[in-house]
């Protein structure tokens, strides 16, 4: 890991992905948390994100819609719990508005963006509450679909 | 409610209590956010509360030590989710450091100060992730253990 990187990683509960991204981070930030650049890189094509609406602060709610190739639309809810211009931005779907709890706390995002000579250093640290959890995203099948929307990110990203 | 009071109430998953206290909010915000005066308040006598270690602001961690009349002694980790100043404070045993999950989420502490005419409507709205979970809580004597604390907080508060 770069040692930049703030968090302990815990190998029973935790996933992670890391990218050195040909954009700055600004670039990069602004994809995650402007709601307009963020449906066009956030859903694995074809798959779509036809509704990002994101309050992006600690405490702040979001809600974004991923649609399927046949129609079908599945809503995500969560909260942000940090966030640091261009460098950090936590997330989780533990509540679906400040403070509501969801039915099932899954995971919790933690993103870093660290630069690397003009590039980013892009990490995405995911806790899950249970080992079961873990295993559970990694069987969805985590590194594919997260690997295919960051190279969807990268690429939004080295284009602004 | 007040109509100050935020958040919606769930009747399945959450627990409440409200007080008017004798005190400004300022008193009662510093009752929870100053680690010298929690000790004198926080555990229903003759428990003590021997350690508090509290970073307080929207992603700082805290460690609070209860002690037994016997001496056993009972650590409570958490973090804080949100912090404005004398009017709210919100926190959570979801995480045991930023962003490191609990165990188990059992529960987040939605703290409301509100103005009464030199008073504070003091409110505590308690949620769980589960019917389950408030259940417990109720049994394991919610009402009389935050009622007799919450005398403790009113006392101190309206000394300072």
Known sequence: MTTSFPSTIDA??????TRLIDAPCE???????EPE???QWFAPLPWTTPVAEMDVR???ANLIVMRSPEGEEYPNRGVYLEVVKNRRLVF????????TPSEKPFMTVELTFADEGGKTRY???VHHWTA?????HAEMGF????GQTTDQLAKLASSL
Do not use: C, Q, S
């Open 143 to 146: 590194h594919e679909g997260w």
């Open 58 to 60: 600690p405490g702040g």
């Open 132 to 136: 079961a959890d873990r295993t559970t």
């Open 92 to 99: 989780t779907d533990a509540y679906t508005a400040p403070w």
């Open 37 to 39: 650049l963020l449906k």
């Open 123 to 125: 990490t995405a640290l």
């Open 27 to 33: 670039n990069v930030f602004r994809a995650w948390t």
């Open 12 to 17: 029973e509960r935790d996933l992670i992905l």
